[in-house]
């Protein structure tokens, strides 16, 4: 993986941006309950259980039917907990709430979006994303501003021989196996030597480079001391 830093800031990215996302859906859901939300009388129609499959695990699940205040029949749906299920019958009296102007938007009264009625759960969402979404943006601005001056030197870098100082594992592992860089060193046109290192290789790919072997770089004629990797070029 040679730009691991742009791949996992854009996944941190979306991980946070999505979780802000739910969060702000959420919170809108229960204001338009708390603002415009009915309460009426319903009825249990069934009862099911629906068993844990892959990821999932067991649910409970009621259906219910009310009539709004408009005289219109209505049939939702409702996952429960283990207790409330028991302690629900077929045919048993349940309060629902319900949206007057989209009446199939309904719940059970009382099981509001935010857990106890607080904004707790939203509030996590929001930090969880906004934590989430900070490292993947730091992450992907490393990864970028390193994208563009491996570009640039690509374009207008120097091309020298380095020399193999070592090759050993980097500070990233991805699915427990780590990830390797090799180290170089290369003179610029003034006879300064200069030091750098590879991008993220695999452990095959890097362990083909011994100290001492001799590899391909380039470096900036600007700034001699920033290269980049090209190998056996």
Known sequence: M?????????V????????????????????????????????????????????????FEIRYRFTTREGQEIEGRAVV??????????????????LPYAPTSNRLAGQ????????????????????????????????????????????????TEATVASVTTGDLTINRQPLWVVHYRYPDPAGRTHEGRSGYMSPEEAQAWKPGDTAKVRFDPQNPADSIWIGRG
């Open 81 to 98: 907990s283990l207790q409330r299920w028991e302690a629900l019958r077929e045919r048993s009296p349940v309060r629902v709430e319900y």
């Open 12 to 59: 941190f990215l979306t991980i946070g941006i999505v979780a802000i996302l739910v969060a702000g859906a959420q919170t809108y859901g229960e204001l338009r309950y708390r603002r415009h939300g009915v309460t009426v009388g319903g009825t249990v129609l069934a009862k099911d259980i629906r068993r844990a499959t892959g990821e999932k695990g067991t649910s």
């Open 2 to 10: 040679r730009r691991p830093w742009i791949a996992f800031g854009t």
């Open 112 to 159: 509001g979006g935010f857990g106890q009625g607080g904004f707790g759960e939203p509030v996590v969402e929001v930090l969880f994303g906004g934590l989430f979404g900070a490292i993947g943006g730091l992450m992907f601005r490393k990864g970028y501003r390193r994208l563009r001056v491996e570009r640039r030197l690509l374009q207008v870098g120097v091309m």
